[in-house]
C-alpha cells in the first residue's frame, strides 16, 4: 500500500530477518520519506532506483525547455543522498559524471 509507510517499514524488516544485506526503494523519488524512514530505523545500506518514468519525465522537461538539465538532474540525485541513500541506480548517471567532473 503506497499510502502506508509503515507497511513499508514491516516488508524491510521481513527483507533483513530473511538475510538481506541491503534495502532498495523503488520507485525513488516519491519514496524519499520511506528512505529516511528505512535509514533511521535500520542503519543498513540503502540504495534508491530512480526508474524510468523519472527519468521519463525529466526528460520530457528537459526537451520543452521547462527544467535545465543539469541542475535539475544533479539536485534530484541530492534530493535522494539527503533522504539518506548511500547510493542511487539511475539513468542519468553518466550525465551527472560529466556535469561532476567539470
Given at each position: 500500500?503506497?499510502?502506508n509507510?509503515?507497511?513499508a517499514l ?5 527483507d ?8 532498495m ?19 543498513v ?14 526528460m ?5 525547455g521547462?527544467?535545465?538539465?543539469r541542475?535539475?538532474?544533479?539536485e ?5 543522498k ?6 542511487v541506480?539511475t ?6 559524471a560529466?556535469?561532476?567532473?567539470e
Amino acid at each position: 500500500d503506497p499510502a502506508n509507510s509503515n507497511e513499508a517499514l514491516h516488508e524491510v524488516a521481513m527483507d533483513l530477518a530473511e538475510g538481506a544485506d541491503m534495502v532498495m526503494v523503488k520507485p525513488g523519488m516519491p519514496y524519499l520519506d520511506i528512505v529516511r524512514r528505512v535509514k533511521d530505523e535500520f542503519k543498513v545500506p540503502t540504495f534508491v532506483y530512480q526508474v524510468s518514468g523519472e527519468y521519463a519525465m525529466h526528460m520530457a522537461a528537459f526537451q520543452n525547455g521547462w527544467l535545465d538539465e543539469r541542475s535539475v538532474t544533479l539536485e534530484s540525485l541530492l534530493a535522494f543522498k539527503r533522504a539518506g541513500a548511500d547510493g542511487v541506480l539511475t539513468y542519468f548517471a553518466k550525465r551527472a559524471a560529466r556535469a561532476l567532473n567539470e
